[in-house]
C-alpha cells in the first residue's frame, strides 16, 4: 500500500464525539506516520488550539448552536474534502461522525455520509464495508459489505436484485484486490431468509435473485460462495476462512460487526475516486466531555487511510 499525499479529515458534528476523539488520535498516528499532512475540517471553535506539526486548520463555519447549523457545517465540511480529493491535494477523506436527522434539518435530506458522498463524486456504484483487521475474539481480518444500506427492512427485498448483488460483489472483488492486495479474495454471501430459504421453504430469494447473481459473477473470475445461512457464515470469517461477507442487509452486517469489532472498525466507501474511512461508531452526544469515549476506531480510520 502507497501512503496517500495527505489526508483531508472532517471533525464531523460539532456537539458530538468527532472533534475530540480526532484530537486525541492525530498524536498516536504520527508514531507512524511522521510526515503525513493532515488538513482538518469543521467549524471555527472545534478547530481551535495547536493541533501540532503537520496540520492545517480549515475552518468551514461558525457553529450557532443549532440541529441545522451543525448539520450544515457537518455537509460543508464533507463537501470540503471531497473537493481536496478530487483536487489531488488530498490523497484519502476520514469523515467524523454525523447526525442524520441533523442533516436533514439543514436540508440535505440523504440516508447517510455514503449515500452523500455517491452524490457528490458521482460515482455509479459504492460499497459500504466495515473492516477490522482484528476482532475482540481473533486474530483475523473481518470484513462485511452491506449489500444493501439504510433502508426499511420491508424494502430490502424490491432493493436486493440480481443487478444490484453483481455490482457490489464484483465491486468488493476489484477493491481487495487493487487496495488490500489480495490476489484471490474468498468471498461468501450471506443468505436473506432463515436457513438462507432451506430449499425454497422460507422464501425464494436466495434461488430467483442470489443464485443467478453468484453465477455470473463466477463466470467473470470471482470465487464467492453461498448463498450461506447468517448463522454460520460470519463463523467462516472469523476462522479465517473467508477475506469478506456480503450481507443482504444492513442490521445482519452491522449487528455482528459491532458485536465482534465494535472500538477497532472501520466505515470504508468502495468505488469513489479516493479512499474514503469512517469511524464505526455514532455521534454519542452523550460521552462528550466525560472522557470516557474510545479513539481507537477514529486512530483505525486515520491509519487505514493513511496506509493506502
Known amino acids: 500500500m502507497n501512503s496517500p499525499s495527505g489526508l483531508a479529515v472532517t471533525l464531523g458534528d460539532p456537539r458530538g464525539i468527532g472533534p475530540e476523539l480526532t484530537r486525541r488520535a492525530l498524536p498516536l498516528l504520527r508514531s507512524s506516520h511522521p510526515d503525513l499532512t493532515v488538513i482538518l475540517l469543521g467549524d471555527e471553535a472545534g478547530l481551535a488550539g495547536d493541533w501540532g506539526a503537520g496540520v492545517e486548520i480549515r475552518p468551514v463555519g461558525r457553529f450557532d448552536g443549532s440541529p441545522a447549523s451543525a448539520g450544515r457545517l457537518s455537509v460543508d465540511a464533507i463537501r470540503a474534502g471531497v473537493d481536496l480529493c478530487l483536487s489531488g491535494t488530498s490523497g484519502a477523506l476520514v469523515t467524523g461522525p454525523v447526525h442524520k436527522p441533523s ?23 459504492v460499497g459500504m464495508l466495515m473492516n477490522a483487521e482484528s476482532t475482540r475474539f481473533g486474530p483475523h481480518p473481518l470484513r462485511i459489505l ?13 432493493f436486493l ?8 460483489i464484483s465491486l468488493l472483488d476489484r477493491s481487495l484486490r487493487d487496495h488490500w492486495r489480495i490476489e484471490h479474495p474468498r468471498l461468501a454471501l450471506c443468505g436473506l431468509n432463515p436457513h438462507a ?56 452486517g452491522m449487528a455482528v460487526f459491532k458485536t465482534l469489532a465494535f472500538g477497532r472498525g472501520v466505515n470504508v466507501t468502495l468505488g469513489l475516486p479516493f479512499l474514503r ?28 487511510a493513511a496506509g493506502f
Open 103 to 125: 442533516l436533514h434539518a439543514a436540508g440535505t435530506v440523504v440516508p447517510g455520509q455514503t449515500e452523500l458522498l455517491q452524490e457528490l463524486t458521482g460515482a455509479a456504484d
Open 146 to 158: 452491506l449489500a444493501t444500506t439504510h433502508l426499511p427492512l420491508r424494502q430490502v427485498p424490491e
Open 161 to 168: 436484485t440480481q443487478e444490484r448483488l453483481e455490482a457490489q
Open 197 to 252: 430459504s432451506d430449499g425454497g421453504l422460507f422464501g425464494d430469494e436466495e434461488e430467483r435473485v442470489m443464485g443467478p447473481a453468484l453465477e455470473r459473477v463466477r463466470e467473470r473470475g470471482s470465487s464467492v460462495a453461498g448463498p450461506l445461512p447468517a448463522d454460520t457464515i460470519f463463523l467462516k470469517a472469523m476462522d479465517g476462512e473467508l477475506d469478506a461477507v456480503i450481507s443482504p442487509t444492513h442490521d445482519v
Open 277 to 304: 474511512t469512517s469511524p464505526d461508531h455514532g455521534t454519542a452526544f452523550d460521552l462528550v466531555g466525560t472522557g470516557r469515549a474510545d479513539p481507537g476506531s477514529t486512530l483505525e480510520a486515520l491509519r487505514l
